[in-house]
């Protein structure tokens, strides 16, 4: 496993931006699949983002495409999370997570790696 530690969570407008990053220890860090997961008050963890090891291949759950980009930086041990045009709705806890799995993931019972949690509040 690899230990991950999220930052960059904050109160955001309506169509406003954050950036979260995420650090992790340990030069095995491009060995993983990384992904982003959120979890709002009363609701089950979802999806946000995917990025394979190198980082030539992302994913995007529906309700963020186009608005948010993934990214990470292999030599630094980081993955970076865009948030443009925020929404009241893209409030949550939000969570970086790291799996061994190649192929593209959704499902977080596939990452064994869990950041503690950086809290993004989007006002309307």
């Known amino acids: 496993q690899v230990h991950l530690v ?4 904050g109160l955001a407008q309506a169509g ?3 950036r979260l990053s995420c650090a992790a220890s340990g030069r095995t860090f491009r060995e993983y699949r990384m992904g982003w997961f959120r979890q709002a008050p009363g609701k089950e963890r979802e999806f946000v983002a995917t990025i394979s090891r190198i980082g030539g291949s992302t994913y995007y759950a529906d309700s963020v495409k186009g608005r948010f980009t993934i990214s990470r930086d292999n030599d630094n041990y980081t993955v970076n999370l ?4 925020l929404k009241p709705e893209d409030t949550a806890i939000y969570y970086c ?3 061994r799995t190649l192929l593209t993931t959704t499902d977080h019972r596939e990452y064994d790696s869990w950041g ?8 309307s």
């Open 116 to 123: 503690q949690g950086t809290q993004v509040t989007v006002s």
């Open 16 to 18: 406003g931006s954050l």
């Open 6 to 9: 999220a930052s960059g969570g």
């Open 82 to 85: 865009q948030m443009n045009s």
């Open 97 to 99: 997570a790291a799996t």
